[in-house]
């Protein structure tokens, strides 16, 4: 197993920027697929975006052209970086993790390990 501890949220303007960092335990961080999902308060857990342990990258259609999503498997890191930052974007953004990630990687079904999260507050 990996346990994954979240930090970088806070509060940022519209149009701001903020760049969250997942720092993985264990060793088998770089066969791992890795990705950000979100909720905001009486919403259901949404994808944000993907990594998979081969580089592949894959964004929701909300975070596309905004959100960079990243990994350093020498520092058993994930980063996601925001920019843009909209109200809308305000939640709770988790980090997720699997060994094996079907089609349905948009699924929070899809991952057996997460983070605590970590708040992201986007002031109008």
């Known amino acids: 197993q990996v346990q994954l501890v979240e930090s970088g949220g806070g509060l940022v303007q519209t149009g701001g920027s903020l760049r969250l960092s997942c720092a993985a335990s264990?060793?088998?961080?770089?066969?791992?697929?890795m990705a950000w999902f979100r909720q905001a308060p009486g919403q259901e857990r949404e994808f944000v975006a993907i990594i998979r342990w081969s580089g592949g990258i894959t964004y929701a259609e909300s975070s596309r052209g905004r959100f960079t999503i990243s990994r350093d498997n020498a520092k058993n890191m994930i980063y996601l970086q925001m920019n843009s930052l909209k109200p809308e974007d305000s939640a709770v953004y988790y980090c997720a993790a699997a060994e094996v990630v079907s089609v349905y990687y948009y699924s929070p079904r899809s991952y057996n390990q997460w983070g605590q999260g970590t708040q992201v507050t986007v002031s109008s």
């Open positions: 264990g060793r088998t961080f770089n066969r791992l697929t």
